[in-house]
């Protein structure tokens, strides 16, 4: 498939270039694989949110924690990651700027506070799509808010084991789980897959895909500020999270054969700008080839401090990596380590 090696994207990267200059007439190329995607823009600002129009009926709401997604239409509104819990209300109060039909549906990407912290908050500003005729529907669908939709691994995270206490009131929590690899809905004269991506970021990851709007909703997948973060203590992996990113470039599609010019799949990361396909391949690459680094050095029997000393995330690291807060390349390469130590 174009754009999955390094020498296709190359090739792809110098086509459009030298045909964009063309057009342009100028002599200097253009770099197609770094152009922001049209919509980019700033559509609204809402207590320090920036709401940015992907497409007529999609946005991306960035500013509010973890990225969350917005798509709008006749049947009302589905809402990707609810953002942290302190934004929420701005959340809910951008969502109003763009549109005043109902949210429909809250799906999450993973059980992160920074995605799910805003669900009840989100949910409950909007209304169930079934009708409520008894009280049975009424809790089904807490009191009749928004559904809010996840894998059963989110479902598992947010509540708790008996007897102890969860992290997240109940009215947060999915009330419609799934187990199997997809789920999907039609919603808005198009069709949403939600992909289940085990032991990748998480044990509970979800990829999005809006067949029609042609954007897919990553998660923590994919976080253009850092290093993905691979949570090994909730059954995330390396392997996992590659194969994760290999699904997201296998469904998203770049502009080709007009690459000059705007147009391709969107993928809307965890954190971070929007990235297509080709940024994908690139994010892929990076991962991969830091695993096998590491993977080389535990083979020749190298310790922990060995590896870390030996730097195998040069090239990346001015780029991804971090010497302090949430999540240091330190942190990184012992997650590598831990894994594919096992």
């Known amino acids: 498939m174009i754009g999955s090696s390094r020498s296709s994207r190359t090739w792809v990267a110098a086509v459009g270039a030298i045909a964009a200059s063309a057009l342009l007439g100028v002599g200097e190329p253009v770099s197609v694989a770094r152009a922001q995607p049209r919509g980019q823009e700033a559509a609204a600002d809402a207590g320090g949110l920036d709401v940015i129009q992907l497409r007529p009926d999609f946005y991306m709401i960035a500013g509010a924690g973890g990225n969350v997604a917005v798509q709008v239409g006749k049947d009302g509104v589905i809402v990707v990651d609810a953002g942290a819990a302190e934004k929420a209300h701005e959340v809910v109060a951008a969502i109003r700027a763009i549109t005043d039909r109902p949210i429909r549906y809250v799906i999450n ?7 799910v912290g805003g669900n009840e908050t989100v949910a409950r500003a909007g209304r169930t799509i079934f009708p409520l005729g ?25 509540s708790a084991p008996s007897g102890l206490e969860p992290d997240y009131p109940a009215a947060a929590w999915p009330t419609e789980a799934f187990h199997q690899a997809r789920s999907y809905m039609y919603f808005n004269g198009e069709g949403i897959e939600i992909l289940h991506q085990p032991a990748a970021h998480t044990d509970g990851d979800s990829i999005v895909f809006f067949r029609r709007s042609d954007v897919v909703v990553a998660g923590d997948i ?15 992996s390396v392997q996992g999270e590659i194969d994760a990113l290999n699904k997201l470039v296998e469904l998203a599609i770049p502009s080709i054969p007009l690459i000059w010019q705007d147009g391709g799949t969107y993928v809307i990361p965890g ?37 870390k000393a030996a730097r195998p995330t040069r090239g990346y690291s001015r780029r991804y990596g971090a010497d302090s807060g949430p ?14 130590s096992r």
């Open 109 to 115: 990407t993973s059980a992160d506070f920074d995605h």
């Open 134 to 158: 008894n009280e049975t529907a009424s809790v089904m669908t807490n009191n009749g808010a928004a559904a809010i939709l996840a894998t059963e691994n989110v479902l598992v995270r947010m």
């Open 222 to 236: 994919i976080d253009t500020d850092r290093f993905p973060v691979i949570d090994v203590t909730r059954g995330g």
């Open 271 to 307: 954190h971070g700008r929007v990235y297509e396909q080709l940024d994908v391949v690139e994010y892929r690459d990076m991962v991969t080839i830091i695993r096998d680094r590491i993977q080389a050095l535990i083979d020749e029997g190298r310790t922990l401090e060995d590896i």
């Open 327 to 340: 999540w240091t390349t330190a942190m990184f390469i012992e997650a590598m380590y831990r894994d594919l």
